[in-house]
C-alpha cells in the first residue's frame, strides 16, 4: 500500500528534551511537508522540502530543525528551543509544489510537560 | 493578508439530508482549493482537489464548486450518513509551496 507513515502515534517528553518525529513516504513524491496543528486553529506550515538535501522554513521554524537525506524520509526535530511545542504534528506530501494534491500521514502527538 | 475561512465552526444535521459546507479565501489568485476530511486524533484525508481553472470537482456523494471571482467554495454532501460525521477543512494554495487552512467545520450527522 502506497501512503505515509508518523512514527510514533504519541509521543511524552520532558521540557528540555529533544525529541525527533518520524515521516516516511512511498509515494515516490518528491515535496515533503511538516504542518502543526493546534486547537481551533488551521495548520500551520513548519518545514518543506521540494527536494532531496533542500529544505525551506516555513510561517513557525523557529525552534524546530528538519533533514532530507533520501527522497521517502523528512524527520522533524523539535528542539528544546520551541517554546511551546505540545501540539499534534501532520507530514504531508506531493509530487511537487504549488498545483498538486497534497497527502497527509496519521499524525503525531507531541506532549511536552 | 491571505486567509481562509469557515463558517459555521459546527454543523448538525438529520440523517440523510443534503447539506454545503462553506469556505471562503481573501485572494482570488489561487493555484488550487482542496478540501480535506479529518476524524478525531487522526490525519487528514483528501476528498477533492480543484485546480484553479475548474469550476467543481465530483467524487461519489460529494461535490466541490469554486467560484474564484466571489472567493468561495462549497462541498455539497448529498443523502448524508452517520459515517460522514467527521471536521471538514478547506485549504488553498494561493501561488506559493505551502496550503492556507481554514479551522474546519465539525459535522455531525444525527441518526
Known amino acids: 500500500d502506497g501512503g505515509i507513515t508518523q512514527s510514533p502515534k504519541y509521543l511524552f517528553r520532558k521540557e528540555g528534551q529533544n525529541v525527533t518525529l518520524s515521516c516516511e513516504q512511498n509515494?515516490?513524491?518528491?515535496?515533503m511537508y511538516w504542518y502543526r496543528q493546534d486547537p481551533g486553529q488551521g495548520l500551520r506550515l513548519i518545514y518543506y522540502s521540494q527536494i532531496v538535501n533542500d529544505f525551506q522554513k516555513g510561517d513557525i521554524a523557529e525552534g524546530y530543525s528538519v533533514s532530507r537525506e533520501k527522497k521517502e524520509s523528512f524527520p522533524l526535530t523539535v528542539t528544546s528551543a520551541q517554546k511551546n511545542p505540545t501540539a499534534f504534528y501532520l507530514c504531508a506530501s506531493s509530487m511537487g509544489i504549488g498545483f498538486y494534491e497534497q497527502y497527509f500521514g496519521p499524525g503525531t502527538r507531541l506532549t511536552v510537560t | 493578508k491571505q486567509e481562509v475561512t469557515q463558517i459555521p465552526a459546527a454543523l448538525s444535521v438529520p440523517e440523510g439530508e443534503n447539506l454545503v459546507l462553506n469556505c471562503s479565501f481573501t485572494?482570488?489568485?489561487?493555484?488550487?482549493l482542496q478540501w480535506f476530511r479529518q476524524d478525531p486524533g487522526k490525519g487528514l484525508t483528501s476528498l477533492l482537489l480543484?485546480?484553479?481553472?475548474?469550476r467543481e470537482q465530483t467524487s461519489g456523494r460529494l461535490n466541490a464548486s469554486l467560484d474564484k471571482s466571489s472567493g468561495r467554495s462549497t462541498l455539497y454532501i448529498a443523502a448524508s450518513q452517520p459515517g460522514d460525521s467527521a471536521t471538514y477543512l478547506c485549504a488553498v494554495n494561493f501561488g506559493n509551496e505551502k496550503l492556507t487552512f481554514g479551522t474546519g467545520t465539525r459535522l455531525t450527522i444525527i441518526p
Open positions: 480543484i485546480q484553479s481553472s475548474q
Open positions: 509515494l515516490n513524491h518528491d515535496a
Open positions: 485572494d482570488s489568485a489561487i493555484y488550487n
